[in-house]
């Protein structure tokens, strides 16, 4: 049997961890790799959160989140730290997911030491290199450099193939998320406790619908923050609503927030919540209001409407699958959509259906096999 294959996952902020643990786990059950996992920690608390239920102890952590970070400053930091764990590993393959600075940095020191480096959740696009920004570069960039391309969707391995991506790189094997959220899902059913730290919240909240808020998009931050949280101050006006909205630690968001909603008894304004919490709101919620990308692809598996404060998405198999509605950030079209939602019945039913665009829980197994092709080991 060939020698197992070092791969080298790198990941570095909460949705990253989400949608990386499940490929952690599937390699270390797997005698043909050896998973090793480095983390740059771009997000700590809210990084911690994820590792900690996920039973992962990483074997570099380059503890790199510094309060407000800029681009640049975290750019070149990770450059610098990925290469030397690199250089100290010597992997055979790299791992990264998504868009961020650390996959983009990640993918980019692997090439530079000619090293395959292999893309989970490949081929998103927008379209628009301002929105989402600075993520519709990075991953573009990314699908210039990456070796195997994990696309989640028919969609995004159509994206790829029209960028030139040789056909035979290209994967459909669903989204890593679902494998995360079944995962959690399973873990809350057989410990109900991992996920009871809202009681409080939802006795309090008892007999109003609830609405749950995240939002975190650095194009968002200024005007469309402001607009966002005029428009929950609106909603909350009404007095059969309570807002569950667990506040995302960029400071950008947290100031205007807290601000403009500290002071409404049916907002609830709370600290991040780990995955079983945040599952288990998605399940409270009659209605989400995100202009999360990782949301959008939960909501649907779980019937929940979502309403998108974005312009664009690179996720359009959830408005296609009637579960997701784009806004924006105008805060009369937020109002408008989300009242139509709480007063139509037709319009709610008609969104609220589950749907699994984005995958079928088996994810990981799927890539853990075509990476298994790729460097000939046979199980
Ligand atoms: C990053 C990603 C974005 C992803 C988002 C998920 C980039 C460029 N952006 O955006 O694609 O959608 O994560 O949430 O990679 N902070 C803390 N504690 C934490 C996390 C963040 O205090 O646990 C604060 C810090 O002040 C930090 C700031 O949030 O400087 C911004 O974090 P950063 O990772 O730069 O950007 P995000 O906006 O979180
Ligand atoms: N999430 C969480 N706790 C929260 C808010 C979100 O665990 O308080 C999870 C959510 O279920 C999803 C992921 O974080 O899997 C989305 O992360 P985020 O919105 O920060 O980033 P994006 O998906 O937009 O990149």
């Not at 991992?194 to 808020?213: N, P, T, Y």
């Amino acid at each position: 049997m060939a020698r197992p294959q070092k791969i080298l996952v790198v990941f570095g902020t909460r949705p990253e961890a989400i949608k990386l643990f499940p490929l952690v786990a599937a390699l270390r059950a797997d005698p043909r790799f050896v998973p090793v996992v480095c983390v740059s920690a771009q997000h700590r608390q809210m990084l911690d959160q994820v590792l900690e239920i996920a039973g992962i102890v990483p074997d570099h952590d380059l503890d790199l989140m510094r309060p407000d970070q800029t681009l640049d400053s975290l750019t070149a930091a990770l450059l610098t730290e990925l290469g030397k764990v690199m250089d100290a590993e010597k992997p055979d393959r790299v791992m990264v997911q998504g868009d961020t600075a650390t996959a983009i940095a990640g993918a980019l020191a692997a090439y530079y030491r000619k090293i395959p480096a292999d893309h989970v959740e490949a081929g998103l696009r927008s379209g628009n290199i301002y929105h989402p920004w600075p993520e519709e570069v990075n991953r573009k960039i990314i699908g210039s450099i990456a070796s195997l391309h994990f696309a989640p969707t028919e969609v995004s391995a159509a994206a790829l193939r029209a960028e030139n991506v040789p056909e035979a790189r290209v994967h459909v094997t669903g989204n890593t998320v679902i494998d995360a959220l079944q995962w959690v899902t399973e873990r809350i059913r057989e410990a109900p406790q991992l996920a009871s730290g809202l009681a409080e919240l939802e006795q309090r909240f008892a007999g109003k619908r609830i609405i749950g808020v995240t939002t975190h998009r650095r194009e968002n931050f200024g005007g469309g923050m402001e607009n966002i949280a005029e428009a929950i101050r609106q909603i909350a006006a009404r007095g059969d609503v309570a807002v569950i909205f667990p506040v995302h630690l960029n400071p950008n968001v947290r100031a205007v927030m807290n601000t403009a909603l500290g002071d409404l008894a049916n907002v609830a304004l709370i600290e991040p919540l780990d995955y079983p919490h945040f599952a288990h709101l998605l399940s409270l919620a009659e209605i989400m209001l995100t202009d999360s990308g990782g949301v959008q692809e939960e909501a649907p598996a779980l019937g929940k409407p979502v309403l998108v404060m974005r312009e664009t998405t690179e996720r359009p198999e959830g408005v296609a699958a009637g579960t997701a509605r784009l806004v924006g950030t105008e805060t009369s079209v937020i109002v408008t959509e989300l009242f139509t939602l709480l007063d139509d019945k037709a319009a709610y039913e008609s969104m609220a259906r589950a749907h699994n665009p984005f995958g079928d829980g088996q994810s990981a197994r799927r890539i853990v096999e075509l990476l298994a092709n790729e460097v000939g080991c046979q199980a």
